[in-house]
């Protein structure tokens, strides 16, 4: 199974804040990586697919990078809406993996 | 819009059994494919189980294989988790989502449901 790892499990930041969120796949996953937002008590809202794309309907705010074993979430001019729960996905190969999550905080 | 509502979610004893449903409308059901997935609570998520459009190819999640069973019906626009031997550790939030299709190429999920909660306890 391919492993995700994210870092940091968890980021304070303040409102206006540029933050970077990184995951790691323990082998080359080519561009099949996906990052979804998930606030206290609700589904996950999916943001970014192939590593860079943007899900209809998601502001431009949100950014993602990178390809083979090395991704990246930048989510820049952070807002009081975008404090919640990040986790990376790697749909490569199965069984489909979810990074353990990162906590994004208000400071 | 597309929109996926589970059901069936409730408390079982270890050892039980249980089926999840997703009724999905908003797209064409028969042309996308169809997951579960899964959080513990206060933990992170877990996927647990994928369907094709067409029901031909099934995978599971090592730690739900031999005793959950996706399986679909199109003309009812319904995915289901059939779920077995249910212990502890099954106790989550269980979630179906949407694979993502935007062309003749499919991602990760695009759409969630709101999610179902299970609970495996005696």
């Known amino acids: 199974d391919i492993q995700m790892t994210q870092s940091p499990s968890s980021l304070s930041a303040s409102v206006g804040d540029r933050v970077t969120i990184t995951c790691r796949a323990s082998?080359?996953?080519?561009?099949?990586l996906a990052w979804f937002q998930q606030k206290p008590g609700k589904a996950p809202k999916s943001l970014i697919y192939a590593a860079s794309s943007l899900q209809s309907g998601v502001p431009s705010k949100f950014s993602g990078s990178g390809s083979g074993t090395d991704f990246t979430l930048t989510i820049s001019s952070l807002q009081p809406e975008d404090f919640a729960t990040y986790y990376c996905q790697q749909y490569y190969s199965y069984p489909i993996t979810f990074g353990q999550g990162t906590r994004l905080e208000i400071k | 819009q597309v929109q996926l509502v589970e059901s069936g979610g409730g408390v079982v004893q270890p050892g039980g059994s249980l089926r999840l449903s997703c009724t999905a409308s908003?797209?064409?059901?028969?042309?996308?494919?169809m997951n579960w997935v899964r959080q513990a609570p206060g933990k992170g998520l877990e996927w647990v189980a994928f369907i094709r459009n067409d029901g031909s190819n099934k995978y599971y999640a090592d730690s739900v294989r031999g005793r959950f069973t996706i399986s679909r019906d199109n003309s009812q626009n319904t995915v289901y988790l059939q779920m077995n031997s249910l212990r502890t550790e099954d106790t989550a939030v269980y979630f179906c989502?949407?694979?993502?299709?935007?062309?003749?190429?499919?991602?990760?999920?695009?759409?969630w449901g709101q999610g179902t909660l299970l609970t495996v306890s005696s």
């Open positions: 908003g797209f064409i059901f028969s042309n996308f494919g």
């Open positions: 082998q080359g996953i080519s561009n099949s």
């Open positions: 989502a949407k694979r993502h299709c935007p062309n003749t190429t499919c991602y990760s999920v695009d759409s």
